[in-house]
């Protein structure tokens, strides 16, 4: 077996029944195209190869690049591409390979040291959300960042991220995997996540108010949604609007649902246009 390496946050997969839980979320059909970032040694890339129609995978490190391409090579739904997923160009990347068509669902064990940059990337943003959407993104990660992927409004989990997420993404739980699912164990439990991302809201007035506001709102923790927002909306006044809205002026950032961030925002959008 290969030496994972730290900087990678290489962290081999080598439980069967994480393994089968991943492939069994992914639901993949023979006309499923799949993109997967960190195959690692590939033993979640073997699994899917023989299930899809295609599969790119983004591989940092040139010395597992060399032995995938090594082994699975000569596949002809495969291909490996090697470099950073976050700065990579894959769409200019595809280019030179017509057959390997843009993919539609995203399935991998992920490095968590960058899964905020991953999923951003995968997702866009609530500004700029992904004009292309995946059909399904299925994702090992890290224990507290799924729960916080899943939460509901008014639970202790329910973040910026909660939000800012599920504005873009319907997001479930799949299953827990344990630390010691993995060579070497890592110090988290992590879990499997499956995100659907959802069509771009069109009912948004302004998704970079939007976008601030989330912001904004949970910067300190555990205040009230109308001293967090006090910068950009005097506090008598968002008592006023939030009475309207039926929200309780007490309200905290973690109990909005993101169809309240969204009304939220526009009514103050409309607001400050007047
Ligand atoms: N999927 C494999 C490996 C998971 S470990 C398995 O389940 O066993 C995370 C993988 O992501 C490693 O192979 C690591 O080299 C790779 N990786 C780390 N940073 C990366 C980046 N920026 N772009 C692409 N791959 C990266």
């Known amino acids: 077996m ?26 993949c059909s023979l006309s499923d195209r799949i993109l997967e970032i960190g195959p690692g040694t590939g033993i979640l890339t073997r699994r899917l190869l023989p299930l899809v129609s295609s599969l790119v995978a983004v591989e940092i490190d040139r010395d597992l690049c060399a032995m995938l391409a090594k082994q699975l090579g000569k596949r002809e739904n495969f291909l490996l591409l090697q ?10 990347h595809l280019t030179a390979f017509p057959q390997f068509q843009r993919a539609n669902k995203v399935v991998a064990n992920i490095p968590y040291n960058i899964t905020g940059p991953i999923i951003e990337k995968l997702l866009g943003t609530i500004a700029n959300p992904h004009p292309e959407p995946f059909d399904a993104i299925v994702l090992l990660v890290q224990k507290e960042v ?30 827990p995997v344990p630390a010691a699912a993995f060579h070497p164990a890592p110090k988290v439990d992590s879990a499997v996540v499956r995100l659907r991302p959802r069509p771009i809201e069109t009912n948004v007035l302004d998704p970079r108010r939007l976008e601030s506001l989330v912001k904004l709102g949970f910067g ?25 809205l039926n929200i309780n002026p007490q309200v905290r950032a973690e109990d909005l649902s993101v169809q309240q961030w969204v009304t939220l925002a526009n009514v103050l959008a409309v607001g400050n246009d007047n």
């Open 2 to 27: 290969i030496r994972p390496r730290k900087i990678f946050a290489q962290h081999w997969l080598k439980s069967e029944k994480a393994l089968d839980a991943i492939v069994k979320a992914a639901d």
């Open 83 to 92: 470099g950073d997923f976050l700065t990579l160009d894959l769409p200019s």
């Open 146 to 175: 799924a729960e916080r992927l899943y939460a509901k409004p008014g639970s202790k989990t329910f973040g910026a991220l909660s939000v800012r997420v599920q504005y873009l993404a319907d997001c479930e739980l799949i299953c």
């Open 220 to 244: 300190a923790k555990r205040k009230m949604l109308r001293n967090n927002l006090q910068p950009v909306i005097d506090r008598d006044r968002l008592t006023d609007l939030l009475a309207q």
